[in-house]
């Protein structure tokens, strides 16, 4: 790909939010966008760029060699833990501080601009002055959303910036013109969210504000979706915005990663060997990401879900691994801490059908294997579009994306949704139990591969 009759290649500026769920997004168009020839300068902070590196040298991609990270290094702040760089380091109720430092990037990254001069800046949702510091150079801006079109458009419909306060009963309808009634926070979700959209005790910018101001000075907004699944929600993000809106694909990596060389550590090996010893497309598996946290009780209500389904399951469980953690808690065996924390005598009633896992897990692998049927899963975007992609039943249990699970169980109907609560966001074991069921062993279901 050439640009403007000079015969130089395109050089774009790739700028994600300091998430890992933003990142690999960022990451795969990237991959995608250097196959074409373009040239990706890729923007980070030091530990999140060794991460990155790590995942560019796992891919072994021939596009790799075209792609150019670049370090900033995060400036400190008051209350952000030392070593602190992404949502992971931190508690949620931290990510304010963590944008406040990510804010002090604004004029290095403006002096990055003046050396290296891009023909176009990607940025994020929290980085809402990167498109102003970029027109400074006559640089345009493109807003790349990795949400799905349908939460896109509901969180971030122009009518939804206001000055006053965000309410729940806001949150809980749809925009204006919006394409679904099916979509919809419930309130115990809303009441989470509104914080999202009004200022702090400090007056810090609201999350969404953000967002906003990142997508008013962009000219094109770019979406990780496709018109087969989100047409009609595409389509509603062109006419609020009056911006062009460009799908890009699911962006998954193309293969699933190898099996072999063995992957590092026993008790991974042994996950998917358990798998090999169970029948086609029997086995649930159950993950909520890297960063969402069952409380003990939800623990024990999906525990107790799950034996009473009968149903066979893989159960990955995962704990926070914080900046400021001392060593020894970062390093804890999460294998016993998962162990600790199932109800009594839980996994000696099930271990002839079950297995719990503490740790981080190959996702891919296990959603590609011929025994996996299900995913009991957060409902996060990149999940549920590795589970379509290998044609894995879908159960939401979300944890805060609630929207993106009624997408799949009401619009695309490739899912269905556990019932809670929807003033205080509880379920109960039977709860769990029926969802499982209806996914695993019911034909209320038409499920599309």
């Not at 809303?190 to 959209?197: F, H, L, N, P």
Request: proline content about 7%; aromatic content about 10%.
């Amino acid at each position: 790909m050439e640009d403007n009759g000079e015969n130089k290649p395109l050089h774009v500026l790739m700028f994600p939010w300091l998430a890992h769920g933003h990142i690999f997004p960022f990451l795969e168009l990237s991959i995608r966008l250097a196959r074409h020839g373009v040239r990706i300068s890729f923007l980070s902070t030091p530990r999140n760029i060794s991460k990155t590196r790590q995942s560019l040298l796992t891919l072994n991609s021939s596009a790799t060699g075209k792609i150019d990270l670049m370090e900033l290094p995060l400036p400190s702040v008051d209350g952000l833990p030392p070593g602190a760089e992404n949502t992971a380091d931190i508690p949620n109720e931290m990510a304010d501080i963590l944008k406040k430092a990510l804010d002090g990037l604004e004029e290095p990254f403006e002096g990055l601009l003046s050396r290296i001069q891009p023909d176009y800046v990607v940025c994020d949702v929290s980085q809402h002055w990167a498109p102003t510091v970029a027109a400074k150079f006559g640089i345009p801006a493109i807003f790349f959303s990795i949400y799905s079109a349908a939460v896109t458009g509901y969180l971030m419909a122009p009518s939804r910036w206001k000055d006053e306060e965000t309410t729940v009963g806001d949150l809980t309808t749809p925009p204006p013109g919006y394409p679904s009634s099916a979509i919809a926070f419930r309130p115990f979700e809303a009441g989470a969210m509104a914080a999202a959209y009004n200022p702090n005790e400090e007056g810090d910018i609201p999350a969404v504000h953000r967002a906003f101001k990142s997508v008013e000075g962009c000219g094109l907004i770019a979406i990780r979706s496709c018109y087969e699944m989100e047409g009609r929600f595409i389509d509603y993000l062109e006419t609020c915005y009056r911006k062009r809106v460009v799908p890009v694909g699911l962006l998954l990596q193309e293969e699933s990663p190898p099996r072999n060389p063995p992957l590092d550590g026993s008790q991974q090996n042994e996950c998917l060997a358990w798998l090999d010893r169970q029948k086609s497309s029997t086995v649930v598996y159950a993950s909520f990401g890297s960063e969402c946290f069952l409380s003990e009780g939800q623990i024990g209500a999906v525990a107790e879900g799950l034996e009473l389904s009968g149903v066979f399951f893989l159960w990955v469980l995962r704990f926070p691994r914080y900046a400021d953690s001392s060593l020894a808690e970062r390093d804890v065996d999460e294998q016993g801490r998962a162990s600790a924390c199932l109800p009594k005598g839980f996994e000696e009633r099930t271990r002839e059908r079950g297995f719990v896992y503490g740790g981080w897990a190959p996702q891919q692998l296990i959603l590609s294997h011929p025994s996996t049927g299900g995913f009991l899963s957060h409902c996060g975007w990149s999940s549920l579009l590795e589970a379509i992609r290998y044609g894995v039943k879908i159960i939401g249990l979300p944890i805060n994306h609630g929207l993106d699970a009624r997408l799949v169980a009401e619009e695309l109907k490739i899912g269905v949704e556990v019932a809670r609560d929807e003033e205080d966001g509880s379920f109960r074991a039977e709860d769990v139990c029926v969802s499982v069921r209806k996914a695993m062993v019911g034909d209320e279901v038409e499920w599309r591969r």
